[in-house]
Structure formats: structure tokens, C-alpha cells
């Protein structure tokens, strides 16, 4: 399977990228600041942009398994602005922490060979 880089493909690959900069960035700062609430809005922002720019990007222009986990990333995002805005710090940690962990699947799952990004780094 070979996809080429299409304007959409760059998009959801440099959202994607940008994600888990600034994700792993928030794990290391402090929580609760304005800086925080900040990021965390450009983080979900970048997310929206990755699992959405997803349904563009098909294998055969058939939906993937993958497709479920960009489903499941838009509603953990819900969920977790939802929970931070009723004051639920607790679950709202847990959702970021597991579309953080989500997103560090995916794009580990990207570099597996035959992949795209397999293929752009390693070929």
C-alpha cells in the first residue's frame, strides 16, 4: 500500500506531528495555569484537525479499523472538554492521557513497514 503525500495526507501528518509535540510538552508542565488551558485548546484544535483530515485518507477509497479510532478520538475529546468544564479533573486527565496515548499508537502504527511514513523515512 503506497499513499501519496496529497495536501490532505500533509495536513493530517504535520496535525498529527504537531500533537504530540505540544502533548508531550503539557505532560511536563504545570497543570491548571492559563498556559495550560491554552495549549490544551491548541492540542484539542490539532487534534480535531488530525482525526478529521483522517476520513479523507482511505485505502481504496474504503474506510480501516483506523477509522474507528479517529471516531473514538473525536468522542474522547468531547468527553473531556465536557468533564473539565463541570469541574471533573480526574476525568478529564484520564481522556486527554488516553488520545495522548491514542495518538502515540497511531503513529506508531504509521511507521510499520509498507506504511506511508515507513516508506517517506526508511525507503
Known amino acids: 500500500m503506497h499513499t501519496t503525500f496529497t ?3 500533509l495536513l493530517h501528518t504535520f496535525a498529527a506531528l504537531a500533537a504530540v509535540v505540544l502533548g508531550a510538552g503539557m505532560f511536563l508542565a ?3 495555569t492559563f498556559s495550560h488551558r491554552v495549549a490544551g485548546r491548541g492540542w484539542v484544535a490539532l487534534m480535531l484537525m488530525t482525526a478529521i483530515s483522517s476520513f479523507w485518507i482511505r485505502s481504496s477509497g474504503s474506510f ?3 477509522h474507528l479510532l479517529s471516531a473514538w478520538t473525536l468522542l474522547s475529546l468531547a468527553c473531556a472538554v465536557y468533564y473539565v ?4 479533573v480526574r476525568a478529564h486527565r484520564r481522556f486527554m492521557v488516553g488520545t495522548f ?3 502515540a499508537g497511531a ?3 504509521a511507521l510499520a513497514p509498507g506504511r506511508t511514513l515507513h516508506l517517506f523515512f526508511f525507503a
Open 107 to 109: 503513529g506508531l502504527g
Open 64 to 66: 480501516s479499523w483506523i
Open 85 to 88: 468544564r463541570r469541574g471533573n
Open 101 to 103: 496515548l491514542g495518538l
Open 30 to 32: 504545570r497543570k491548571g
Open 7 to 9: 495536501p490532505i495526507v
